[in-house]
């Protein structure tokens, strides 16, 4: 079944302790996104990533950290978590951003920092 | 950058009236506009899309118009069902960014 998936799912943790949460999609898509969803602000990106090792910010990028080693998975690191990245946060993936493709959502993982 | 703003934030709607959702965009490039429904504890899903060639699409009881002079385009819903109850963001291109940037949200309550 052609999928994006996230985990964990749901997070809760304290101010500074560095996390990660995983991405990961089987259609060999090339691009690759993470966003953070929060009340009366829609949807904001992060960072993206074009292909293998190719990333860059988004709108909200302060405070986070990505890789992009392998086509299939996109990690987004939070080095030392503050609660205002208290959110939830939704990976996607399409073929091309260039080609105005279909962008596939994951199941979202909702963070709690304390 | 793209600029995308959405109106209105909330709508209630009796179930079979219609729906209609606004966004505005600022990057006269942009030329791909999708629609995504939010259903609540959900992920975003793709509901429909128009490029900037035509001015109109249907798929069954959704349309999207779209007014590049104006720059805005609109999602339409006709004859709402309880099941329509989601909240609907639209997107646009950044096409400095190769990104999409989305709208800030409608919050479409049908009520049976």
């Known amino acids: 079944e052609a999928q994006v998936t996230q985990n964990p799912r749901y997070l809760i943790t304290v101010t500074g302790k560095k996390l990660t949460v995983t991405c990961s999609q089987n259609?060999?898509?090339?691009?690759m996104s993470w966003y953070r969803q929060d009340p009366g602000l829609g949807l904001r990106q992060i960072y993206y990533s074009m292909n293998v090792e190719v990333t860059d910010k988004g709108d909200v990028p302060e405070g986070y950290k990505v890789s992009r080693k392998e086509k299939r998975n996109f990690p987004l690191i939070l080095e030392s978590p503050s609660p205002n990245q208290t959110s939830l946060y939704f990976c996607?993936?399409?073929?091309?951003?260039?080609?105005?493709?279909?962008?596939?959502f994951g199941p979202g993982t909702r963070l709690l920092v304390l | 950058g793209e600029n995308v703003e959405q109106h209105p934030s909330t709508l209630s709607v009796q179930e079979g009236d219609s729906a209609v959702i606004k966004c505005t965009y600022s990057?006269?490039?942009?030329?791909?506009f999708p629609w995504y429904k939010q259903e609540l504890g959900k992920r975003p899903q793709l509901i429909i899309d128009i490029r900037s060639n035509v001015g109109e699409k249907k798929d069954q009881r959704i349309a999207v118009t779209l007014n590049k002079t104006a720059k805005h385009f609109s999602l339409h819903i006709t004859e709402t069902q309880p099941e329509d109850s989601a909240v609907y963001f639209c997107a646009a291109p950044d096409t400095g960014r190769r990104a999409l940037t989305f709208g800030s949200g409608t919050r479409l309550q049908v009520q049976p």
């Open positions: 990057d006269s490039a942009s030329n791909y």
């Open positions: 259609m060999n898509h090339e691009y």
């Open positions: 996607a993936s399409s073929f091309s951003m260039t080609r105005r493709e279909t962008q596939y």
